[in-house]
């Protein structure tokens, strides 16, 4: 395989090579209403001497469009959107290069009546580096927030832990408007439940991001990209959702909106409260490493149950200062409580000396968690090729843990045994961070396209945990595993990127980042520090060739980075019960990744990548038992190289006018290599999953929608494999009228979805099943108030994400 600058530099040459040749002309404009873009309206590219439909397009948020690949010769550009009259003009391409033009529209002056006039995006679109799912006007909103909804989507999958992972692998960083949620785990699932499936209008699965992104999740990037309001005057939607399974959910949001003129508010809250469990078992046997024989055994039960809440306010204002510049604010504030009661039960078993021990275990544990999240921007048009944005983001994270513990062993006679582990520990933590960028585009006269930016964020971590231990009637500090952990890190990045059309059918695109990281982790009460200082280099490149209108490839490359959360590298023990806990990893080091790409779309209907990635330094959590007291406790290593392959395949089709189809299956093959308590090891295994997605417009304004997901499970790691899952869902909505809307859902309705997970080392060997709170039904109104006028707005700027794991 080449080397990743070698590839680098061969895009390079290309791009250059192409601008040389100059052989292809393309046609940009604008749809305009009124002065402003018109967003979503139809473009069609006609010949002028017969009115021929040659190809068509749909306008982004700022009303531009763009043909590419279109000969010389004499064309007709029409342009129509519901509500507008539609609009045409001629050009003639004599050359080569770019013809630019605007379309303006004008209101209809009176209703169209009996008319249904529909511009509907197909469900499933690609492009440069990524997958669009366009989720607006479709039923896979029915009943369901923004992390329901991304089981759906081809290619991502997501565990009853909230864990999201796109083409069989995680590390996936997660948007909102391009904006970063500063989140991850848990706290990043929790957050996504508080949206709305009906506040999204698109979602890109980003697999190879370009230069402009952070290089942090080295596994691809998940973009939200949440509906505008375009209403003028006060709008709102108001939203009402039971859910019952074994306990209740509830949830409540609500949405206000205020547009006048150069003005644009909105402003939207929820609430939620649920109370989840599972139902968890395990079977642990401790092995002689030189013999492999079994020498002790653990059965281990556990039902806990959680009691969750979740209060979220979005507020989101910008203003047009001029018709080239905007400013606005966008702020996030969330409260999220926890309460767990943890009861596990174990029987140990010394085959040695045939003695029987029982393990009862009772934890009370939680959390209250708030943040904010701010970002103030700014947005000027020096011309329709030239742009600048600033943007300036921060984080305020505040987050308590608690754990109260106790553990008592019996003997074979269930008689208690003298000294149980009584254990309390308070961990309250803060994290602040800030970042600042600026991105600049600029098109020139030869058809390059160039784009630039400049980043520096700053993220502080002040851990401090407090452990106490209940002996001899008094509480005693546990010095040995109480700490106060700091962690500071500095990120300083600039990036470059161009793309160019290379004659008729082809297209190329470059990039390079670089990142300065600056870390700093310090334990006080072990008196000790550890800085690190590197300066690291992300080359991206595309290149896209368009064999007719039916057929379209592309090949990529782009090299990402996973640094290590600070709670990964915190060494804070945190207890599951007296032989089994958790601690994290100061010398983890980033992992790397080089990632390729091919990719094939037919008709924009069949869409096949295949990809290949290696991951140096991977993180991987590792169990380290300790073959004296059979304590195993659970850490973060860098245990391997890891080469990927997967081969994903989409299918989305409008079969008929009330039936859309959504197929897509990916499977991988995985090779490791990597060391594991000082053995080398080595491992090669694949996997698959399918999903289907089907959605129905029965008439008379009834929808339905049905999913099915099914994974065959398989080796996931060097020392773990799961066992096959299934996951199904089914919903239905009926419009009353032009502002009621009641939807119903029922997920996991035959109780299918389990998760088993196997660990196998030379001294360990874990068998554990889970079951979740996954069966539930629900069923929620929606009511809309306010006025329906529309007017298109000028859409947000965009912002990258940073890099954060807060779980």
């Not at 009853?160 to 848990?186: E, F």
Request: net charge neutral; hydrophobic share 35%; aromatic share 12%.
């Amino acid at each position: 395989m080449p080397r990743p600058n070698t590839i680098f530099l061969l895009i390079v040459f290309i791009c250059a090579y192409g601008n040389l040749l100059g052989q292809e002309a393309a046609i940009s404009g604008t749809v305009e209403a009124s002065g402003i873009g018109l967003a979503g309206a139809t473009v069609s590219l006609l010949k002028a001497e017969d009115s021929s439909w040659i190809k068509s397009a749909f306008t982004d948020d700022n009303g531009l469009f763009v043909f590419k690949a279109v000969s010389q010769g004499s064309y007709l550009i029409t342009a129509t959107s519901v509500g507008y009259e539609s609009g045409t003009t001629s050009l003639t391409i004599k050359d080569n290069g770019e013809q630019k033009c605007t379309i303006p529209l004008q209101k209809q002056s009176k209703a169209l009546e009996g008319v249904t006039v529909a511009a509907k995006k197909p469900f499933i679109e690609m492009s440069l580096g990524k997958t669009v799912v366009n989720i607006e006007g479709t039923t896979t909103t029915a009943c369901s927030n923004v992390l329901d909804l991304m089981r759906r989507l081809p290619g991502i999958s997501v565990d009853m832990n909230g864990a999201i992972s796109m083409q069989g692998k995680q590390g996936v960083l997660v948007l909102i408007d391009d904006r970063p949620t500063y989140l991850s785990g848990d706290e990043l699932a929790a957050y996504l439940k508080t949206i709305t499936a009906d506040e999204a209008a698109q979602i890109e699965l980003i697999t190879q991001p370009g230069a402009k992104y952070d290089a942090s999740g080295d596994n691809g990037i998940i973009n939200i990209k949440l509906k505008k309001n375009k209403k003028q005057g006060w709008n709102g939607t108001v939203t009402l959702l039971y859910g019952q399974g074994v306990y209740f959910h509830r949830d409540e949001s609500f949405l206000i909106s205020y547009k006048k003129n150069k003005l644009n508010l909105s402003l939207s809250a929820s609430d939620m409260e649920a109370i989840g469990f599972a139902d968890w078992q395990e079977n642990r046997f401790y092995l002689d490493a030189q013999t492999g024989a079994t020498t002790s055994t653990s059965l281990i039960h556990s039902g806990p149950k959680e009691i969750f809440t979740n209060t979220a306010l979005r507020l989101n204002a910008d203003y047009d200062l001029t018709d080239k510049t905007t400013i606005g604010v966008n702020a996030r504030a969330t409260y999220h409580s926890n309460s767990d009661q943890v009861p596990i039960f174990s029987t140990n078993n010394d085959l040695a000396s045939n003695t029987l021990t029982y393990n009862n275990i009772a934890s009370h544990e939680g959390f209250v968690r708030n943040d904010v999240v701010a970002n103030a921007y700014l947005s000027h048009k020096f011309s329709k090729e030239s742009t600048l944005d600033v943007n300036f983001d921060c984080l305020i994270f505040n987050k308590n843990t608690y754990q109260n513990l106790t553990n008592t062993t019996y003997d074979g006679q269930m008689n208690p045994l003298p000294d149980p582990l009584i254990l309390r520990s308070s961990q309250p933590e803060t994290i602040k961070v800030y970042s600042i960028k600026a991105d600049q585009t600029y098109a020139f006269k030869n058809g390059i396209k160039m784009e630039a930016g400049l980043k520096s964020s700053w993220e502080t971590t002040d851990f401090n945990a407090n452990v106490g231990l209940y002996e001899n009637s008094n509480w005693v500090n546990d010095t040995g595993f109480s700490n106060h952990f700091l962690y500071r890190e500095n990120i300083n990045s600039a990036y470059i990127s161009a793309s160019k059309t290379l004659g008729k059918k082809w297209e190329a695109h470059c990039g390079l980042r670089a990142e300065q990281t600056n870390t700093e982790a310090i334990q006080y009460i072990q008196n000790d520090r550890l800085s690190r200082s590197y300066i690291s280099l992300f080359p991206t490149a595309y290149l896209t060739y368009k064999e007719d209108s039916s057929n379209e490839f592309e090949l990529n490359y782009g090299r990402r980075i996973d640094r290590p959360g600070y709670q990964q590298l915190n060494p804070f023990v945190y207890y599951s019960f007296e032989n089994n806990y958790t601690v994290g990893n100061p010398y983890l080091q980033p992992q790397f990744t080089n990632n390729i790409e091919l990719k094939h779309s037919y008709k924009n209907m069949l869409n096949t990548t295949l990809s290949f990635s290696r991951t140096t330094d991977v993180i991987t959590d590792a169990y380290v038992v300790n073959d004296t007291t059979e304590a195993v406790y659970n850490t973060t290593n860098n245990l391997a190289t890891n080469n990927y392959v997967t081969l994903s395949v989409i299918f989305n089709k409008q079969l008929y006018k009330w039936w859309q189809l959504n197929l897509s299956g990916s499977a991988y093959y995985a090779s490791y290599t990597g060391v594991v308590n000082d053995k080398s090891v080595s491992a090669k295994f694949g996997s698959y999953s399918l999903n289907m997605n089907t959605q129905l417009d029965l008439g008379k304004d009834w929808k339905a929608e049905a999913y099915v997901g099914y994974y065959c499970g398989g080796q996931a790691s060097l020392i773990t494999s799961n066992d096959p899952n299934i996951y199904m869902e089914f919903g239905a909505s009926k419009k009353i009228n032009k502002r009621l809307l009641i939807k119903a859902d029922f997920s996991d309705p035959f109780n299918m979805y389990r998760m088993g997970i196997h660990t196998f080392m030379d001294n360990y060997h874990s068998d554990a099943k889970f079951r979740y709170a996954s069966q539930l039904f629900s069923f929620s109104l929606t009511y809309n108030f306010g006025s329906s006028q529309t007017k298109e707005r000028k859409a947000d700027t965009t912002d990258e994400a940073k890099r954060m794991k807060l779980d």
